[in-house]
Structure formats: structure tokens, C-alpha cells
């Protein structure tokens, strides 16, 4: 083997290295999640600490996933290449950002066990099972690099944002009506809007896939439906 294949091979190694490690920590961050739901269901204090501290591990991981996107960029790296670079610097970010929002839905649950269970978690749930399939969805694309499927995400985070205004006006409902409701509501609507930004870098990372995939060529343009922000 020549020098110069031998180059290329290293490069191409470090590479599929980079988007192994991004794939383990967005794995990460959407087992994070799906833990932090099963916890809110079962009101479990001890798992909703662990998910906690579970947190400093996808931090660490994107701190490796900086290095090695540093060592690639050194490289003298062409056009296609600095889209791989740059994609993978975004996505990690999301995915850090994915992790914590995880993390603060189990640390919420921790305060809202100390009140008796209310109807609307179960809306909870729902939110957060349509944020978990958003983000692994968003993952795969970026794995396979499925322009497609990354825009099929991104579309689909309207359903997300409609899901969530319709459980946000439950809530509001429900705390006008009963006063004793209102502390627990509003860690429920916290956590609801973890959920929903959730789905918003689960999309960050589907058009990340496709900017890696097409470079600068132009997204179509998408529904969004937070009502919460902008009633009709």
C-alpha cells in the first residue's frame, strides 16, 4: 500500500470513528429520555436521580467527539469534508442539549412525586414517546445519511408541536379550575416544554443530515404548530 492510500484509509478510519461515537451518544440521550418517561409513569425517585448523574456521560462524550472533530479538521480537509466537520460539531451540540432536557424531566419528577399523580401525565407520556421516536428517526437518517428520511423528521415535528399546545392548554384549564393543582401543573408544563424542545434538536439534527448530504441547497419550507407562542 502506497503512502497516499494509506492516508486516505487513516482519514477515512477517523472518520466512520466520528460518526460511530455520535451515533453511541445520541443512543445515549434517547435511552436518557426513555428512561426519564418510564420514570414520571412509575414516580420513581432513586432511577430519577441516577438519570441525573447519568448526565456528565453524554457531556464527556461530546467533549471526545470535539477532539476528534479537531484532528479531522487539521487534516486539511476538502469542501465535502468540512460539511461532515461542521455537521457533526451541530449534531453533537443537539444531542448534549437533547441529554439535558432528559435529565431536567427526571429531576422534575422528583418534586412532582411529593404531590398525589394527576390525569395529565399521561399526556406526558404521549409527548415524550413522539419526541423519543423524533430523535432516534433523526439518528438513523444521520447514520444512513437519508436525506429523506431526515426531511420525514423534520416534518413531522409539527404533529410534536400540535401535541404539545393541546396538553399545554389542558394544563392551563386544569390549574384555572383547581388551585391546588397549580405547583404540580407547572412542572408538568416545564416538563412538556423540555419535550417540545426536544423535538426541536431532534429536527436540528435531521437538517444537519441533510446539509451534510446536499451542502447548501435550499430546505423546503416547514409547518410548525406551538400555538403556545402564537395563538390562531
Request: net charge negative; hydrophobic share 45%; glycine share 4%.
Amino acid at each position: 500500500m502506497n503512502e497516499h492510500n494509506h492516508i486516505v484509509q487513516s482519514y477515512n478510519a477517523e472518520q466512520q470513528r466520528l460518526t460511530d461515537e455520535i451515533m453511541r451518544m445520541g443512543e445515549m440521550a434517547a435511552s436518557q429520555l426513555e428512561a426519564a418517561l418510564d420514570v414520571v409513569e412509575r414516580r420513581d425517585d432513586k432511577a430519577a436521580a441516577r438519570i441525573v448523574a447519568n448526565d456528565d456521560a453524554i457531556d464527556a462524550l461530546e467533549k471526545e467527539i470535539s477532539h476528534d472533530v479537531m484532528k479531522l479538521a487539521l487534516r486539511g480537509p476538502l469542501a465535502t469534508d468540512l460539511r461532515i466537520i461542521l455537521a457533526a460539531v451541530r449534531i453533537a451540540s443537539d444531542i448534549e442539549r437533547i441529554g439535558d432536557y432528559a435529565a431536567n424531566v427526571a429531576k422534575r419528577t422528583q418534586t412532582l412525586n411529593l404531590t398525589p399523580p394527576l390525569p395529565q401525565a399521561l399526556g406526558l407520556r404521549a409527548l415524550g414517546t413522539l419526541a423519543l421516536r423524533q430523535v432516534r428517526d433523526a439518528m438513523v437518517a444521520y447514520r444512513d445519511l437519508d436525506a429523506a428520511a431526515a426531511l420525514q423528521v423534520r416534518d413531522r415535528d409539527a404533529e410534536l408541536d400540535a401535541q404539545y399546545t393541546a396538553l399545554f392548554r389542558e394544563l392551563l384549564t386544569y390549574m384555572m379550575e383547581d388551585a391546588h393543582s397549580i405547583t404540580p401543573c407547572t412542572h408538568l408544563l416545564f416538563m412538556a416544554k423540555n419535550l417540545e424542545r426536544i423535538g426541536d434538536h431532534a429536527t436540528n439534527i435531521a437538517e444537519n443530515t441533510w446539509f451534510r448530504v446536499n451542502g447548501d441547497a435550499p430546505l423546503p419550507p416547514r409547518d410548525k404548530r406551538d400555538g403556545t407562542i402564537d395563538p390562531p
